[in-house]
């Protein structure tokens, strides 16, 4: 395969076969890699956010309930 270089972008080269432009900066690509990881930590930290969310209120139904059946054997 050989590569020409697309005039006026230095990170952009055309492979002569496919006629495919490709991106060469490869500090780029790291950079995107890593911001990619970071959204999906992110949203992965929203989602056990949400989990725990979900487990604290059915929790404090659950102790609400057990309160009102005390509340409920003390009036008999």
């Known amino acids: 395969m050989s590569y020409m270089k ?3 972008n230095h990170n952009l080269v055309r492979d002569s ?3 495919a432009v490709l991106n060469t ?3 780029a690509l790291k950079e995107y ?9 992110e949203k992965q930290e929203k ?5 725990r969310l979900a ?3 059915d929790d404090m139904q659950e102790i609400k309930n057990l ?8 009036k008999q």
Do not use: F, G
């Open 17 to 19: 076969h496919s006629k």
């Open 6 to 8: 697309v005039k006026e």
């Open 33 to 41: 890699y890593a911001k990619r990881e970071i959204v999906r930590k």
């Open 25 to 27: 900066d490869v500090q």
């Open 55 to 57: 487990k604290l209120e």
């Open 67 to 74: 309160l009102i059946d005390i509340a409920n054997l003390r």
């Open 47 to 51: 989602s056990e956010t949400r989990e």
